[in-house]
């Protein structure tokens, strides 16, 4: 029996410098029958010219400038493959991401969506700068109304739960779009079930003048997503998820607010952030998520190899909480402060820094006890207070005692 062919759509807009790459990533798949799709949306410079060598190896298609929205539905609608991966133009596959992707199709024939690990890489395709694993399995909503993402060349996606989508949405400005992470909502919303190959199978290019380039005009996008959500009608039995993903939002853009240095912007944002989603806030992790979003995406590989807790406490406990205080309620204020401080004894925990562990406790419980007993703190208070030692001796007498 013949092998389903997988077709690769690649919309092309100003980037051919890369799109070479792009290309033949797609035909040195392992893969054996792949059809490359590249659309030209009314690209201003010499795609004609690099295209020319590969005319007789892929489909391509000319149109006016549609935005990439457009490009990849044209891209799609002009496809045959049963399998479908949409690659923009600056970015690569691994040569085994459709095979390792497919054998999860084979093995689980209802999934609409395999999605894969990725890294990024430099500008000049040559350097790793960060490798990202992805573990789903049938919790695709979970994660994606907690806002996690992957480029739009991670998933291979069958094409029979494209077509019962809405597809990307073309009624809107690119630059503000996220128009792929709305695609991968509608289709789990509509039930299509999503499961991982967890190692990286692509490059994911980090270059200046990209669309992620511009991460304020990026979350406007996530905004209108949220909004989208919350018309959408399978969308009323999430709608605590979804008003707990408006606050995940406003926390994203207030981060990278800070990161660029619009401070008022930032604190403007944080407090609309508070006030969305209070309850997220009590989460000890929010403040370690707003602190890695703030970071450079330099910095945040720093600190994902050798966490620096005094960095932590210096940026949020000493300048994030002093910059919104005036603009929240003293009891939010107390209970943000609990939060934030039971993150930093998180922190310290594996460090067996006793000395700040304790301070992070004591200051956590003087700024709100109540928040330090609540279900989703309470196990940062018991790591805070017993700290490392007591805890090895716990799982160590449990351990000597299952071997008598």
Known sequence: MAKPVISVIIPAYNCA????????????????????????????????????PYLDRIMYIK????????????????????????????????????????????????????????????????????????????????????????????????????????????DIITAESQEDWQLWLDLALNGVQFSSVPEPLCNYRRRQGSISSYPLKHL????????????????????????????????????????????????????????????YWMEPNTWLRLFTTSLRFEDAIKWNKKPDPEWYKKIVL????????????QKAYRKLSAAAWLMLGDLVYGTYNDEMRRQALKKAWNADWITCLSVQDFPSTIRAFLGPRAIDRLKNRKIHGEEK
């Open 63 to 170: 149109q006016e400038n549609k935005g990439l929205s457009g490009a990849r539905n044209a891209g799609f609608r002009a496809s045959q493959g049963e399998f479908i991966c949409f690659l923009d133009a600056d970015d690569m596959l691994l040569p085994e991401k459709f095979e390792k992707q497919m054998a999860v199709f084979e093995r689980e024939p209802d999934l609409g969506v395999v999605i894969s690990g990725f890294i990024f890489v430099t500008e000049d395709g040559n350097t790793n700068l960060q490798t990202v694993h992805k573990f789903w399995h049938r919790d695709a909503l979970a994660h994606l109304l907690n806002h996690e993402v992957f480029p739009p060349h991670a998933p291979l996606i069958r094409r029979s739960a494209l077509e019962d989508s809405s597809l990307f949405p073309e």
């Open 17 to 52: 410098a890369y799109l070479p790459d792009a290309i033949q990533s797609a035909l040195d798949q392992t893969w054996p029958r792949v059809e490359v799709v590249v659309i030209n949306d009314g690209s201003p410079d010499n795609t004609d010219e690099v295209v020319q």
């Open 318 to 329: 000493e300048r994030y909480l002093v910059d919104v205080r005036d603009g929240i309620s």
């Open 220 to 279: 406007d996008g996530a905004r209108r997503v949220v909004g989208w959500l919350r018309k959408h009608p399978k969308g009323k039995r999430y709608r605590r998820q979804i008003e707990r993903l408006a606050g995940i939002v406003e926390m994203e853009r207030a981060a990278r607010a800070w990161q660029s240095g619009q401070t008022d912007l930032a604190v403007q944002t944080f407090i609309q952030a508070v006030k969305q989603s209070p309850a």
